[in-house]
């Protein structure tokens, strides 16, 4: 009983939210063999706990044939905007830290003292400059690679359970006192990552 009135509703909800693939529709999706929460949500750019949060679900456990809703998560222009911030910046950098840059827009989304989109965020000036140094030259109008649209979706699937990043820098070349004072949480390749 209790199963078939999750799925019920699990239709309903995937209706209500209407169609058309943008980040307003929910999806229904069935597990197949060899699925983890994780892979079906950089596949879809979900993340694991909405995942979990929409259906319920207890643990990480799901088993071939069980239907899943897949929330709404970022739009496909979203997705592309940050891919592109995240080449701009984190070009020549290790793929985890192209992941750590996707994943700081992702936590400032979430956080409050921040703007509310991704386009915000990227956008944003503070003090009469540009959060992101490629929107203020340019470089952020340049095409994603293929590794930082990974890196975006990696991240997105993993959203909500990394070390709360909300800002990244290159220690050798700051000079703000400011972010020098921030809870440094990891450095990989050239950026030192903080809260």
Known sequence: M?????????????????????????????????????????????????????????SDTIYPGQRLVL????????????????????????????????????NRLDHPDFPKTVKGIIYAKTGGHYAFTPVANGTINEPADESSKRAVKEAIAFRGMGQGSLYFYNPKTSTSKWIFSRTATITIGNHRFAK
């Open 71 to 106: 929330p709404p998560s970022l739009t496909a222009e979203e997705m592309d905007l940050l891919a592109r911030l995240v080449h701009a910046e984190a070009k020549g950098e290790p793929y985890a830290g192209k992941v750590a840059v996707a994943t700081v827009v992702l």
């Open 2 to 58: 209790f199963k078939r009135l999750a799925w019920i509703l699990a239709i309903a909800f995937a209706l209500a939210a209407g169609s058309g693939g943008n980040a307003d529709a929910a999806a229904i999706y069935t597990v197949k063999k060899g699925d983890t929460l994780y892979t079906i949500g950089k596949a879809h750019g979900v993340s694991v706990l909405s995942i979990k949060k929409a259906n319920r679900l207890p």
